[in-house]
């Protein structure tokens, strides 16, 4: 039996699994993330169909594309799950999808982050530019993941913080200056 818990005085088993809550997690992302649809329907097809949709950048959130090469510089692995567990320590669990075969990382932010966002190597996109977001779920282990999620959306609006992506430029900066000089 699950952990218990205490409802109006009487006591009621809470059953859940780790699949399901991902799935609750993911669905919840989901719909937070198709209100960025211009048509939700089409959006939903694309995500079933080849596993991203193209959503647009400005009205609850945007992106801030940073090249492979300074996330792996921080992190100081090219490795998957090194990468994963880095980026949601570094970021504070804030959702971040990677373009494997373009080689950027996307990190999600609020949308007034485009008012002062102002890091070299990077971009943060404004409300004229489309995204294609793969669907929540997808990650490095799914068979369609040429886009995918590094570190999933825990759940609607839980957005990476613009500062804390400063930080781990910074981080990646002074590793890679420091592997220059040696």
């Known amino acids: 039996m699950g952990p218990v818990r205490q409802v109006d005085g009487s006591k009621v088993a809470v059953v859940t699994t780790a699949g399901a809550l991902v799935q609750a997690r993911d669905r919840a992302a ?11 329907d089409r959006a939903q097809r694309d995500w079933n169909d080849r596993g991203v949709a193209l959503l647009r950048c400005g009205g609850a959130f945007t992106a801030i594309r ?29 959702p971040v999808f990677v373009d494997q075969t373009a080689g950027w990382y996307y990190c999600l932010v609020p949308s007034k982050a485009r008012e002062s966002w102002q890091e070299p190597e990077t971009e943060c996109f404004g409300d004229d530019h489309y995204l294609g977001v793969p ?11 040429r886009s995918c999620w590094v570190v999933p959306m825990d759940g609607p609006a839980d957005l990476c913080s613009p500062d ?16 220059g000089a040696q």
């Not at 989901?30 to 939700?40: F, G, I, K, P, V």
């Not at 929540?136 to 993941?145: K, L, N, S, T, V």
Request: charged share 20%; proline share 4%.
């Open 30 to 40: 989901s719909n937070w993330l198709l209100a960025a649809a211009d048509n939700r």
């Open 135 to 145: 669907c929540p779920g997808i990650d490095f282990q799914h068979p369609r993941a």
């Open 164 to 179: 804390a992506i400063s930080q781990l430029l910074d981080v990646a900066r002074k590793k890679t200056a420091e592997a």
């Open 66 to 94: 940073v090249p492979a090469s300074l996330i792996t510089a921080a992190a100081g692995s090219e490795e998957h799950a090194w990468v994963s567990a880095y980026l949601s320590a570094a970021l504070h669990r804030g």
